[in-house]
């Protein structure tokens, strides 16, 4: 009961959380009434006259905001089917092709326009039909030919080449002698140096030039020069035009994205750290509890890896359970399917707009983390965390959002745009994206924060929504190495079980590939990608995508949800795949650690492999003893082979001391509660007696040794009586090894009660021996070692009772683990 209530609890939570975030992703039904008109791209361009503006003029009709479900700022769908008029005025004489359009299913219209002869600002409007009140009015410019749009500088300097215009009259001939005035209107955000235009005002010259040079700051952003013309005489009334270019600073880039990156990382960790200190590790032994059944273990794995934020550590810990034989392959597959659907949550959790919460979270959680009780600084530790993730995210999205609008970013990741070409996503640029996801998680180690890049990099509108789904896809392959990494030094089973989880995370990479190509509607959108736009707000395929980074979110669960539901029927058949790939040669037995270092960051459980070493070590130092005693002393025979063997047996003792001593100092550097810091000691001591039970062979050996040099062997007196002690001594082992790991107390009360009989026999034993002697029933030699070998099974018996009398505090622990 105490395993479940806690996971009952968090499994609500959960369930709740789950709810929320399907409820976010009910599609919202399509406005009819047009709210707003959105410029996608045209406005303000700048042509010669008689020539065609380079851009086609697009917008999109947007309907009322609806606000989400939690409120934040919410979402406009598109207005389709309206006709929208584009009008010249104030005697403009721009013509637009068509003059009127009729708005697509994404609420978008597409026109083309081409100046006239007029030259200067020339004015159009955009009147949606039935909604006239909504117009706006655009500005074209005619008789002007920008010089150094977009251009890309290094920050802290003087710009390499000019920003300037080339002027041209409605006769088509260069307009000389005409000032052009220019102005900073904007400059990087942030940048500490003052920029500055090298030349205010410059006459055109005669092939109608006019260029000044601009003092740029230290920091990546953009700079908006403004140029202005005041000549109507000459035909020229130029309002201020802004022309933008860039600064680049790639050590201030490298530096804002890698610390937000770190921030992000950390604080996902410091999260999934709080919460396990709330819930306490009964989520780890959920692991362990839960896996005898498919579904009940994905549950299972769902559950913890969205409790600790991290389907690495979920199959870290399964590969750690398999090398110590506390699950088979068959479960641990059932597990790791689930780590894929739970991973998933972090990518919901960040995909939703909170960043503004950022920091009031970081300064309570940090307030919280001060108190003393666990499971309050648990809850600081989460809240901290939640925080600096979404703080870390801010940072990153920032940046990159600045880099969108670099010209030669976007040419960059044009490379592997995956965007419909004739219908299709280009094969080869699919297969690159998914590369890359795999390369990134790989160097970054975990697929939550390399999930976090993706919705940064969509957020900056680096990346669309094709391109983002296959990067999504090989960030699941990619976090598959750090399984394979934890069972190099695992058993085959172990190995096996991290192939499971490679061979998932492929085999859903190649469905999803699949489905990249079966298109859906007339619009011959891939089907998968039809399906998440569908159930959640917004149109990642409009001209301006909405809610972007919902939609990736959205994809990554149901993805792996898919591939979940697809594979689970046949976990049986997927575990005999594995067997055939990686066979466990000629039926060999499987190697059990039971002191396996990935279950070092759950305490309770090492504690309990721990408390399971130690009774092997009892075991067999016993076993050891009962050779020597038995084969050997009694029988007053040496055997050369068996020497040798209880002296390698006793090297192992030595070893497995020193392992044990190593692997309880390793888990003092983990957080532990204070019945576990307690039982730390109790192990070490049990620990020693163990190996000091065997240390007693090599001296039974050697009084062996030295009865076989006498003349004659123990007296039959002698002999009796050793093996009535030995009786009870072998009861008392019996009842000690019985005690420990479990919770009956009955065993210890035997246990002492024989040792209490030993120290009587000891005694008893030895007044016996001394009368023989007087007597002269046997050598003085053999009786003194007689009574040597009394003392060492005494010695025996007390270190027995010293496990003894520490096992009821750890069957008191071994309880509550």
């Known amino acids: ?46 042509a010669l006259p008689g020539h065609d503006f380079k851009q086609e003029l697009k917008i999109e009709l947007l309907g009322p905001k609806v606000p989400g479900l939690l409120g934040g700022q919410g979402s406009r769908a598109p207005v389709a089917d309206v006709p929208v008029h584009f009008v010249p005025v104030d005697g403009s004489d721009l013509t637009v092709t068509p003059a009127t359009a009729v708005s697509d299913a994404g609420g978008a219209v ?59 009259g409605a006769d088509g001939k260069p307009a000389a002698d005409i000032p052009v005035r220019f102005q900073l209107l904007s400059t990087a955000e942030g940048t500490r140096t003052t920029a500055a235009v090298d030349s205010p005002v410059v006459l055109t010259d005669a092939d ?79 692991l362990q509890f839960f896996a005898r059944n498919g579904i009940v273990a994905v549950l299972a794995g769902t559950l913890v890896t969205a409790v600790i934020q991290s389907s690495s550590a979920t199959t870290v810990m399964v590969i750690g359970f398999i090398n110590a034989g506390l699950l088979s392959l068959v479960q641990s597959i059932g597990i790791i399917f689930g780590a894929n659907i739970g991973t998933t949550v972090t990518a919901q959790i960040i995909s939703f707009n909170l960043s503004g919460l950022a920091l009031p979270a970081i300064t309570i959680g940090f307030l919280i983390t001060l108190s003393s009780r666990r499971v309050i600084s648990g809850w600081g530790e989460t809240i901290l965390g939640f925080g600096l993730l979404f703080f870390g ?32 996503m280009p094969f080869l640029a699919v297969l690159g994206a998914m590369g890359i996801g795999v390369v990134a998680t790989v160097l970054i180690q975990s697929s939550s924060a390399a999930m976090g890049i993706v919705l940064a990099l969509a957020g900056s509108g680096l990346i669309n929504f094709y391109t983002a789904v296959p990067l999504l896809v090989g960030t699941n392959i990619g976090t598959t190495i750090t399984a394979m990494l934890a069972a190099i030094a695992a058993n085959r089973v172990a190995k096996q079980a991290a192939l499971a989880h490679t061979l998932f995370n492929v085999f859903g990479a190649l469905l999803m590939l699949l489905l990249f190509y079966v298109p859906y509607g007339p619009e011959r959108i891939p089907v998968f990608l039809y399906f998440i736009n569908e159930i959640t707000p917004g149109n990642a395929f409009a001209a301006v995508p909405q809610n972007l980074e919902r939609h990736i979110a959205m994809a990554h669960t149901f993805f792996n949800i898919a591939v979940v539901v697809v594979l689970l029927p046949f976990i049986r058949q997927f575990a005999m795949l594995c067997n055939w790939i990686l066979p466990i040669p000629n039926n060999a037995p499987v190697k059990i650690t039971m002191l396996e270092p990935n279950l070092l960051s759950a305490p309770s459980i090492a504690l309990k492999q721990t408390i399971r070493a130690i009774k092997v070590m009892v075991e067999d130092s016993w076993r050891m003893v009962d050779t020597a005693v038995n084969k050997h002393f009694l029988a007053s025979s040496v ?18 001391q020193a392992e044990v001593t190593a692997y309880l100092v390793q888990l003092t550097r983990h957080q532990l509660t204070e019945p576990q810091s307690e039982l730390v000691p109790l192990l070490m001591h049990c620990t020693n007696d163990a190996e000091r039970i065997a240390d007693h062979t090599e001296i039974i050996l050697q009084l062996t040794e030295r009865l076989t040099k006498t003349d004659k062997k123990i007296s039959e007196a002698g ?57 002269g029933n046997c050598l003085m030699a053999n009786g003194i070692i007689f009574i040597e070998m009394l003392g060492e099974l005494e010695k025996i018996g007390a270190h027995l009772e010293n496990i003894a009398e520490r096992t009821p505090e750890i069957q008191k622990h071994y309880i509550e683990l």
């Open 639 to 656: 055997d050369e082979k068996k020497f040798e063997a209880l002296a390698k047996a006793e090297e192992r003792i030595d070893k497995m």
């Open 110 to 168: 597409t026109v083309k326009v081409a100046a006239g002869k007029q030259t200067g600002d020339q004015y159009l409007d955009i009147i949606p039909g039935g909604f006239e009140k909504k117009a706006i009015r655009l500005r074209f410019i005619t008789g002007m030919e920008l010089k150094g749009e977009g251009r890309e500088y290094k920050a802290s300097g003087i710009s390499t080449e000019p920003v300037g215009v080339k002027l041209v």
């Open 208 to 286: 109608g030039v006019a260029e000044t040079r601009i003092k740029l700051g230290d920091k990546t952003g953009s700079y908006q020069v403004g140029i202005e013309i005041m000549a109507p005489d000459k035909g020229f009334l130029v309002s201020s035009k802004p022309v933008k270019i860039f600064g680049f600073n790639l050590v201030g880039v490298v530096v804002s994205v890698l610390g937000g990156l770190s921030l992000f990382v950390f604080g996902m960790k410091l999260m999934g750290d709080g919460i396990q200190k709330i819930a306490g590790e009964n989520m780890k032994k959920l």
């Open 719 to 775: 002999r009796k009586d050793l093996k009535k002690m030995w009786e009870v001594l072998n009861d008392q082992q019996k009842n000690v090894i019985a005690a420990l790991g479990s919770d009956n107390p009955e065993t210890l009360k035997f246990a002492l009660k024989d040792q209490r009989k030993i120290s009587k026999m000891a005694d008893k034993f030895e007044s016996n021996h001394i009368d023989r002697l007087r007597k």
């Open 393 to 424: 995210m801010t940072m990153m999205s920032d940046e990159l959002k600045v880099l969108g609008e670099f010209g030669s970013f976007r040419e960059a990741f044009n490379y592997f745009d995956c965007s419909p070409v004739n219908g299709w």
């Open 1 to 46: 009961m105490r395993l479940l209530a806690p996971a009952r609890t968090i499994g609500l939570s959960l369930l709740l959380t789950l709810t929320v975030l399907f409820l976010f992703g009910c599609s919202d039904e399509q406005s009819r009434t047009v709210d707003r008109i959105k410029i996608i791209s045209g406005n303000e361009q700048c």
